[in-house]
């Protein structure tokens, strides 16, 4: 069995609001342009941002993501 110690950290620093930010994040129109990929083929298929609500997301080829609770 093989095990890594080694970390990756990605940092991406953006010129936006925080407002703008966060409406990416809970609006499926813009989170369906950024998430994947520019053409806006991601399908939200659910998206409840309130405390314990959840997000579930199919990408272009089919495969969900989901958060059960948020």
């Not at 997301?57 to 089919?62: A, F, Q, T």
Request: aromatic share 12%; proline share 6%.
């Amino acid at each position: 069995m093989l095990t890594s110690t080694t970390t990756l950290t990605m940092t991406r620093r953006l010129d936006f609001s925080v407002e703008r930010v966060f409406d990416a994040w809970v609006n499926p129109e813009m989170m369906r342009k950024w998430l994947f990929n520019p053409e806006g083929k991601a399908n939200i298929v659910e998206n409840d941002f309130r405390v314990g609500g959840s997000y579930r997301v199919r990408d272009p080829i089919g495969i969900y993501f989901s958060n059960p609770k948020i």
